[in-house]
C-alpha cells in the first residue's frame, strides 16, 4: 500500500504546475502549495503566502512544517536558491527543482546534450550580479537556473537534490506563452516569420507529459540533473506545418534576419526571404545554436516518454483551439 506524503509545491499552480498538483492529489498525497497570494491553488491543498525572496517571510511561513518531497517550480536565481536552501535544510527528505533546457544555452552540438555538459558542481556563483531586476532576470534565465542549481548541488548528501532540465513545453488550451499563438497569427495572414540564416531543430515536452515526469521524479530516489524532453527533434518547419495544417488558407512566410540566401518552396506554401539588420530579433523556437536534450538519462531510470511527432497535432490543436 502506498504511503501518503507529505508534499510542498512553491509556486507553480498553472499550466503543467497546476496538472502536477492534481496528480499528486489524485494519488493521495497531503499538498501544501506556496504562493504569494496572486493566484488562488486547486482545491484540496493547505495554503501558504509568502513571498520567497522575503527569508523571514518564507520562515515564518513554512513554520515547523516538514515534507516527504518539495517540488520548487519557480527557483529563477542563485539568491532565491539560497533561501530556500535555509529555510528548508533539514525539512525535506527530497527537494526537486524545475529546471531547464536554456542551462545548454551557450552550447552548440551535433549530438543531443547529455546532463554533464553543465555540472552544476563547476559552476560558478555570482551573489553581486543584479537579479533582483526584471530585464536582467530574463535576459540571463539560462544563467539564473544553472546558478541555482549550483547553490542546491553544493548542500551535499544531507540534501538530496534533483534538477528537472524541462524541454521545451507545448500543449494545452492554458497556454500562456503565446508562441505557437505567434505562428497562427503570421500564418494566417501570411505575415513574416522572422528567423535567423541557419535554424536548427530543438527538443520539446508535452504539458502532460512534464506533469507526468515531475511526478515521477518526485517518488525516485536519483538526484542530480536529469533532462526532460520527448524522444525526437522537431525543425521550425515541421513545427509550423502543424500550425499550417489547422489554417488551410494561410500561407507560411520564413524572413531570414540577418541576410542570407533567398529560398522558394512550392510545396506547402513556405516560402523564405531575406530582409533584416544583423542582430535582429527571430520568432520563438527559431535557435542558432544547437542544444537539443539527450533523455537517455532519464529513459535508464525508468520513464517511458512519447514521441514528439505523434503529440504535436494534438498539441497544436490544443492550444488554438477549434476557432484557430
Known amino acids: 500500500m502506498r504511503t501518503t506524503r507529505e508534499v510542498l509545491v512553491i509556486g507553480g499552480n498553472r499550466y503543467f504546475g497546476k496538472r502536477l498538483i492534481e496528480r499528486l492529489l489524485a494519488a493521495g498525497d497531503r499538498v501544501t502549495v506556496l504562493n504569494r497570494g496572486s493566484s488562488a491553488p486547486p482545491p484540496g491543498v493547505v495554503h501558504l503566502v509568502a513571498d520567497r525572496d522575503d527569508e523571514q517571510a518564507l520562515s515564518r511561513a513554512i513554520g515547523t ?16 536558491a539560497e533561501i530556500a536552501r535555509r529555510v528548508l535544510a533539514g525539512r525535506t527528505a527530497r527537494y526537486v527543482m524545475t529546471s531547464t533546457v536554456e542551462v545548454y544555452e551557450h552550447e552548440d552540438s551535433e549530438v543531443p546534450v547529455r546532463e554533464s555538459a553543465v555540472d552544476p558542481a563547476t559552476v560558478a556563483v555570482d551573489r553581486q550580479l543584479p ?5 536582467f532576470l530574463d535576459s540571463h534565465y539560462g544563467e539564473g537556473k544553472r546558478q541555482a542549481e549550483a547553490v542546491f548541488t553544493a548542500a551535499g548528501p544531507q540534501f538530496p537534490f534533483v534538477s528537472v532540465r524541462v524541454a521545451h513545453v ?7 506563452t503565446g508562441r505557437l499563438g505567434h505562428y497562427a497569427d503570421r500564418i494566417r495572414t501570411g505575415a513574416p516569420i522572422a528567423v535567423p540564416p541557419v535554424t536548427h531543430p530543438a527538443t520539446y515536452i508535452h504539458v ?12 525516485e530516489d536519483f538526484t542530480g540533473p536529469v533532462n ?11 513545427l509550423c506545418a502543424a500550425v499550417a495544417a489547422r489554417l488551410p488558407e494561410g500561407r507560411t512566410v520564413f524572413e531570414t534576419a540577418e541576410g542570407g540566401t533567398a529560398l522558394e518552396t512550392a510545396e506547402g506554401g513556405t516560402v523564405f526571404e531575406t530582409a533584416g539588420p544583423a542582430g535582429a530579433e527571430v520568432s520563438p523556437f527559431a535557435f542558432r545554436r544547437r542544444y537539443g536534450m539527450d533523455n537517455s538519462r532519464a529513459t535508464r531510470l525508468g520513464f517511458t516518454f512519447g514521441d514528439v511527432r505523434q ?8 492550444t488554438l483551439g477549434k476557432d484557430r
Do not use: K, M, N
Open 65 to 80: 512544517r516538514v515534507f516527504d518531497v518539495v517540488l520548487d517550480q519557480v527557483c529563477y536565481t542563485p539568491r532565491q
Open 131 to 135: 537579479w533582483g531586476e526584471p530585464e
Open 170 to 176: 507545448l500543449g494545452g488550451d492554458d497556454d500562456f
Open 208 to 219: 502532460e507529459e512534464i506533469a507526468d515526469f515531475l511526478f515521477w521524479a518526485a517518488g
Open 228 to 238: 526532460a524532453a520527448s524522444h525526437g527533434l522537431l525543425t521550425l518547419e515541421e
Open 311 to 318: 503529440w504535436l497535432p494534438r498539441a497544436v490543436a490544443e
